[in-house]
Nanobody, 121 residues
Framework: QVQLVESGGGLVQPGGSLRLSCAAS????????MGWYRQAPGKQRELVAG???????NYADSVKGRFTVSRDNAKNTVYLQMNSLKPEDTAVYYC???????????????WGQGTQVTVSS
């Protein structure tokens, strides 16, 4: 149905930057929303940033002013630009999409496999 492939994770020093990408593929009719979640060791998975098909965005308070989410609808790809990274940002980052599968309006939420982001000196 919908397959998500994430890329861009890695090891960076505090204050550094990283850009994550997530490309969606499959037989879906359209994509309603795309977003990023993260889960740090011993913590609950949380929403980091999301973006609607119309370009409306929302961010977790902890990343406002530092992270920027964007999407390329033609490429079915969502990006997360992460600046001024902190050790507290260390987590596995997961891409999520809500897609319309057919003309009847059936939709489904899909998850990527996750990509590790480590912020350490």
């Amino acid at each position: 149905q919908v397959q998500l492939v994430e890329s861009g994770g890695g090891l960076v020093q505090p204050g550094g930057s990283l850009r994550l990408s997530c490309a969606a593929s499959g037989s879906f009719f359209s994509i309603y929303t795309m977003g990023w979640y993260r889960q740090a060791p011993g913590k609950q998975r949380e929403l980091v940033a999301g973006i609607s098909s119309g370009g409306n965005t929302n961010y977790a308070d902890s990343v406002k002013g530092r992270f920027t989410v964007s999407r390329d609808n033609a490429k079915n790809t969502v990006y997360l630009q992460m600046n001024s990274l902190k050790p507290e940002d260390t987590a596995v980052y997961y891409c999520n999409t809500v897609a319309q599968l057919n003309s009847l309006g059936h939709s489904v939420s899909s998850w990527g496999q996750g990509t590790q982001v480590t912020v350490s000196s």
